[in-house]
């Protein structure tokens, strides 16, 4: 009777000890659940602040070759126009309260196609200019837009976050100060990336992150403190 008692008294000890690791499981379970709940809740509100941050080009009516524009919804850009080789012909940086307003004289292009590109924070839309004969004509749909990746630090835990509004192959890359590959994604086409990454225990502090998609290459140096 007493070793059935022992036996008995073994198996409880068991069973308690199995309870609490269950127990403890749940919690962790619980804390991982909750930590990657504030993650996608910042990466979201990282999409959504981007998405916010969007501008658009309003076409005002030109005369000859002049072509005048509005960017609504921003106050800071830079504009630039390209040929149809990619041969940069002007750049300038423009501060405004409220929205950007421009004139471009192109009497001094000969007739082709051109690209106006303007960068933002968040953005890079293209749109086409055509000059023929004595006309310049500026489209107000976009030829391309593609949104930059965001980025969050808190204390080394880095989260990026990529809106791929076409889906197009996204590739990231991290190299650490050496110059070394320590991090190389699949090609991922998902139209929203969301990572996540933790760099504050690797040997260097500042990490380079190389992200390639839609013909564009962005490069973002992040530290780890």
Request: glycine fraction near 4%; aromatic fraction near 8%; charged fraction near 25%.
């Amino acid at each position: 009777m007493k070793i059935l008692h022992y036996i008995q008294h073994d198996e409880d000890c068991i069973f308690v000890k199995v309870k609490r690791i269950i127990n403890l499981k749940t919690l962790i379970m619980k804390k991982m659940l909750k930590f990657s709940l504030v993650i996608a809740t910042v990466l979201t509100a990282m999409n959504v602040s981007a998405l916010g941050n969007d501008f658009s080009l309003d076409v005002k009516k030109g005369q000859g070759k002049t072509v005048t524009f509005a960017l609504n919804e921003i106050n800071k850009v830079e504009l630039s126009i390209y040929d149809l080789d990619n041969k940069l012909i002007h750049s300038e940086n423009v501060n405004a309260n409220g929205n950007i307003k421009r004139t471009y004289d192109l009497n001094a292009l000969p007739e082709g196609t051109y690209f106006l590109v303007a960068e933002s924070d968040t953005k890079i839309a293209k749109y086409e200019i055509s000059v023929v004969g004595q006309t310049a004509v500026l489209a107000s749909n976009a030829v391309s837009e593609v949104y930059k990746p965001m980025f969050l630090n808190k204390d080394g835990l880095v989260s990026l976050s990529i809106f791929n509004a076409h889906k197009s192959p996204v590739s990231i890359k991290i190299y650490n100060a050496a110059d070394e590959l320590v991090y190389t994604s699949p090609l991922l086409v998902e139209q929203n990336i969301e990572k996540v990454f933790e760099i504050k225990n690797l040997p260097f502090e500042n990490h380079t992150f190389v992200m390639s998609y839609d013909d564009k290459v962005f490069v973002k140096m992040v530290a780890a403190k």
